[in-house]
């Protein structure tokens, strides 16, 4: 069952999050909305949140990948390409992403994740772009272009899902570390 725990310190949505994977105690969450250059950063102990180090440049709709000690943040919008690598105090800017978006997803690591899909002014992406903890390079695309997904698994082993294209969708891909293949979509999109 669900249980009623902390409140963030400050109320909003369409954030990123780092966490430890095996850990329902530790995570900290960053930006977000109400405001589009909201830099704000909280920390979770298992008990309570508590402001930490900004980011230098605040941002929604962005994601992230990695954990409480070695996180990243990248992207947003208005579509941007921003990254910020975290190491468990401070945020320090990285490379940019090759293509500024937002309503993207991604997973791994700080030094070992991806960028999958998203929006820019332009229209859906099928975008895939790989980060080795200093620099973004472009992959293979995903099959089917589109925004809001989410992606889970390593930079060998991952699952993109759901999604909006003209509609939701429960679109399904699966990365073996050089090509997307479409699976079972979702039961429902």
């Known amino acids: 069952s669900w249980t009623e725990i902390a409140d963030i310190s400050t109320a909003r949505n369409s954030m990123g999050v780092s966490k430890t994977e095996s850990d329902s105690t530790s995570a900290i969450i960053f930006g977000g909305s109400p405001s589009p250059n909201n830099a704000l950063v909280e920390q979770y102990n298992g008990t309570s949140w508590t402001e ?26 208005p579509a941007s390409g921003l990254t910020e690598v975290w190491n468990g105090s401070a945020w320090t800017e990285s490379g940019d992403l090759n293509t500024a978006r937002g309503y993207l997803s991604g997973d791994g690591t700080s030094t070992a994740c991806y960028a999958v899909g998203g929006y820019t002014p332009g229209g859906d992406q099928a975008l895939v772009e790989s980060f080795n903890g200093s620099t973004w390079t472009e992959t293979t695309d995903i099959n089917t272009a589109r925004r809001n997904l989410k992606s889970i698994g390593t930079t060998t082993a991952q699952l993109a899902f759901a999604g909006k294209v003209t509609d939701v969708t429960g679109a399904t891909e699966s990365w073996n570390g050089s090509s997307w293949t479409e699976v079972a979509d979702l039961n429902l999109a």
Do not use: C, H, Q, Y
């Open 52 to 77: 930490i180090a900004d980011l230098n440049s605040g941002r929604v709709e962005g994601e992230a990948a990695g954990t409480v000690t070695a996180g990243v943040m990248f992207a947003g919008w």
